[in-house]
């Protein structure tokens, strides 16, 4: 698949550099100094996205609520034990707040989706708006996609705790991460997986990366070889 310069960006800037900006911190300023350090990046891109196209950037967003949530949690101090939950506690939060949106007008991925074609051209907006009116299939596809993810970042979060509350420490730090980066691998495996389906849905070719991959299906349906 075709990975525009764009999109790459906004990967590492939201999801590299926070951990990069963490890493450099902690050591030097703590837990809470690590975060707030991590919390620069994306919000310094969503003030460059809203000065460029007047609107803030959605990917940015859920990784600023994950900070936030992070630092909320440890304000509120506890034992070892809630200290080792506020990771999973904050990823859960990000997949309740993606599952809530599906009772909204418009899942939270139809909003990352838009943002990440707002880089790229105007009139993409456009397409999108029109095929969330006009194209029921794009609808399903956008609910089914904030599902999983949300239904994804629960089941981690919900994991993650229990094994948090339950298992020795020192195992929990090393297992803990590797469930954590497995899930997160698994969701964009298969999210990269779905949109290869979703390029054939009539009128998104072009959208979802590259257009000559793309077999549109008659009646705008979405085809299942």
Do not use: C
């Not at 960006?9 to 100094?33: D, F």
């Amino acid at each position: 698949m075709k990975l525009r310069p764009a999109f790459v960006a906004e990967l590492a800037v939201n999801l590299l550099l926070p951990w990069v900006a963490y890493r450099l911190a902690q050591p030097h300023w703590g837990e809470i100094g690590g975060l707030i350090a991590s919390a620069i990046p994306p919000l310094a891109w969503s003030i460059v996205e809203l000065v460029r196209f007047r609107r803030i950037d959605a990917l940015s967003a859920v990784i600023l609520l994950g900070i936030v949530l992070s630092l909320l949690a440890m304000a509120f101090g506890g034992g070892t034990r809630a200290l080792l939950m506020r990771e999973s506690l904050a990823s859960g939060m990000i997949g309740v707040v993606f599952l809530g949106s599906l009772f909204a007008r418009r899942p939270i991925v139809f909003y990352l989706t838009r943002a990440t074609v707002a880089r790229e051209t105007r009139e993409g907006v456009a397409r999108l708006e029109t095929l969330w009116h006009e194209n029921r299939r794009f609808v399903s596809a956008m609910r089914l996609l904030t599902l999983v993810w949300g239904t994804g970042l629960v089941a981690d979060a919900v994991l993650r705790t229990w094994l948090a509350a339950t298992w020795p420490i020192e195992r929990f730090l090393v297992v803990s991460p590797m469930l954590g980066y497995g899930v997160f691998g698994a969701l964009m495996a298969w999210t990269f997986w779905y949109r290869t389906r979703m390029r054939r849905i009539r009128g998104t070719d072009g959208l979802l990366g590259d257009a000559a991959a793309a077999r549109v299906a008659p009646e705008g349906e979405l085809s299942v070889d």
